[in-house]
């Protein structure tokens, strides 16, 4: 049986739409020739799952998600998911949107739990889950350390902005000439310190002859000691007391009237005697002193020296 051109060119383009067709639900995750379960997980954010993710349990690809809609007009997401193998698993279990690394793409992982009499079916809606993928976590990690970092920059700027008014040009010349005053400081310290270093150098043996008197002034000091130590003190201390004792009886005795020298001090009779006696010796002297003649006479004749005369200046 022969077809035309027109048939033969209608089966081919019926063909082709409906490999298109295939095609595209396979990779969307979509095979019509499988006879997986199918299940459902509604979702705030999906962040970044796409249709033909891998679906997991315990870390083995189990199937692959479909496809990906609103679920209603508050923007929830429902994510539908195959799952090839029959392995059981609970209503109760968590379909965990995990992953989202550096290279890879997010996944959905279904923890499994397993309740008697409440398995899951084709068709069940599984509670849904989101863990937080590696970019979430540094990107967690990193907020407050940014805000630090952000603190920071902007304490810098403002101290590297007080820094700059403080060390305005005046105040950099006024550090300028200080630097440079130091700079002369420490150079006439230096030169202080060599001429320091040649007088000790020069008279270090001066040095060690005043530091040897002084050791020998120290062992004589200690045997000035030693001899002190020596020393009867107390006897000292018991002569001592007697002669102060002793000077107390006399100036007692003295005070008192008590013999000649008591009565010498105290009795006026004898200052006025003595003051007589010497009133005489001097008309005596001053006699002999007008008269040599009357009392040293040398005559060979024997002639008499004459009447006695008094001395004009005679005391009454």
């Given amino acids: 049986m022969k077809y035309s051109k027109e048939v033969k060119t209608a089966l081919l383009a019926l063909v082709a739409i409906l490999l298109f067709i295939f095609g595209y639900s396979f990779l969307k995750g979509k095979n019509w020739f499988d006879s997986s379960r199918t299940f459902y ?12 993710s891998p679906v997991t349990i315990n870390g083995l690809e189990v199937g692959n998600v479909t496809d990906i809609s609103f679920l209603d007009t508050s923007g929830r997401l429902v994510v539908t998911f195959t799952v090839d193998n029959d392995f059981p698993f609970a209503k109760s279990s968590v379909a965990q ?15 499994p ?19 937080e993928g590696l970019l979430e976590l540094v ?8 805000e630090k970092v952000e603190k ?11 820094f700059n008014q403080v060390l305005n040009e005046e105040t950099r010349k006024d550090l300028k000439n200080s630097i440079e005053n130091l700079s002369l400081t420490v150079a006439s310290l230096r030169s202080t310190a060599k001429s320091a270093d040649k007088i000790l150098s020069e008279n270090s043996p001066k040095f060690n002859r005043t530091f040897t008197n ?31 004792s002793n000077f107390e009886d006399v100036t007692n005795k003295l005070n008192n009237g008590d013999g000649t020298a ?19 010796l001097d008309e005596l002297i001053q006699d002999i002193k007008l008269n040599p003649k009357r009392y040293v006479h ?18 009454k």
């Fill in 139 to 146: 990107n967690e990690r990193l907020t407050p350390l940014q």
């Fill in 298 to 315: 040398f005559s060979i004749f024997g002639k008499n020296p004459g009447p006695y005369s008094p001395p004009k200046d005679s005391l």
């Fill in 214 to 244: 002084l050791d020998e002034m120290t062992t004589n000091l200690n045997n000035f000691s030693d001899t002190l130590a020596q020393v009867d003190l107390k006897r000292m201390t018991n002569d001592l007391e007697t002669a102060v």
């Fill in 262 to 280: 008591a009565r010498l001090i105290n009795d006026p009779t004898v200052y006025n005697n003595l003051e007589r006696a010497t009133n005489q």
């Fill in 97 to 111: 949107i995990y992953g989202g690394g550096l290279i890879g793409g997010k996944s959905v992982a279904i923890l």
């Fill in 152 to 162: 920071v920059i902007v304490s810098t700027d403002s101290l590297v902005n007080a």
């Fill in 113 to 131: 739990k397993y309740e008697q009499g409440n398995m899951a079916k084709s068709g069940d809606t599984l509670e849904s889950a989101i863990e």
């Fill in 41 to 52: 997980a509604v979702y705030n954010d999906v962040e970044g799952l796409t249709p033909s």
